[in-house]
């Protein structure tokens, strides 16, 4: 059994690194998107590094949580783990969807998409933003402008019965909302992953060991 990581907006495969995880690990590299490319295209494309032909589990993370929601409807895993994420549009905030239909963000400058340190560090809740900073110093400005955009007019309505959120109760950019089995992180923040990594770790584990039984 793999677990294949697909890390958040503007992040990368260290905001893994604090996991301590009981089964092989595989972080997925962003790829660059083509010129107009969907979230449903752009996940299947990224999903050609994962191994159908053995069982296998996901995590996403933020906008990654997306991604492999995507993903999961495309080839099945055991297990899909979203952190700090949403299953479906109406799990994302009103305001994000509310923005994506005013179509602004094509019309933004990318440099605008970087934003100042310290509201970066309010919004994702860190208690120590010194990896945070140094993710959004090598982040790819037009990466980030697709996936805002994507996101802001995400279209997924189905809900899976193999996945499961773990959301943190003071997440001030995806709050802890709809239907899809969840288990909360109590005062956990967007970048708990990193914070709270043990308990997630623990958390994922036990959901894994669940897979085996049904292999």
């Not at 299953?87 to 094509?106: D, Q, V």
């Not at 997440?171 to 288990?183: E, F, N, R």
């Not at 060991?209 to 049904?214: E, I, P």
Request: net charge positive; proline share 4%; hydrophobic share 40%.
């Amino acid at each position: 059994m793999k677990i294949y990581g697909i890390s958040g907006l503007g992040a990368d495969k260290r905001v893994f690194d604090a996991l301590t995880l009981d089964v092989e690990f595989v972080p997925i590299d962003w790829i660059t998107p083509k010129k107009k490319e969907s979230i449903k295209k752009y996940s299947k494309r990224l999903s050609a590094i994962i191994d159908v032909e053995n069982d296998f589990c996901l995590i996403g993370v933020s906008f990654g949580g997306l991604i492999a929601t995507e993903i999961n409807q495309i080839l099945r895993p055991k297990k899909t783990i979203l952190i700090s994420s949403a299953h479906t549009k109406y799990e994302l905030p009103a305001i994000f969807r509310w923005f994506g239909k005013t179509k602004l963000i094509r019309f933004i400058p990318t440099f605008l998409f970087d934003p100042p340190r310290f509201i970066a560090t309010y919004l994702f809740g860190v208690k120590d933003g010194q990896l945070l900073r140094a993710i959004l110093d090598d982040t790819d400005l037009d990466f980030t402008k697709w996936a805002i955009n994507e996101l802001t007019n995400w279209k997924n309505t189905i809900q899976a019965n193999n996945i499961l959120k773990i959301n943190g109760t003071k997440d001030k950019l995806i709050p802890p909302k709809g239907t899809t089995k969840m288990v909360l992180i109590d005062d956990g923040a967007h970048f708990m992953i990193v914070d709270r990594a043990n308990e997630i770790s623990k958390i994922i584990n036990e959901e894994v060991k669940k897979c085996y039984s049904t292999i």
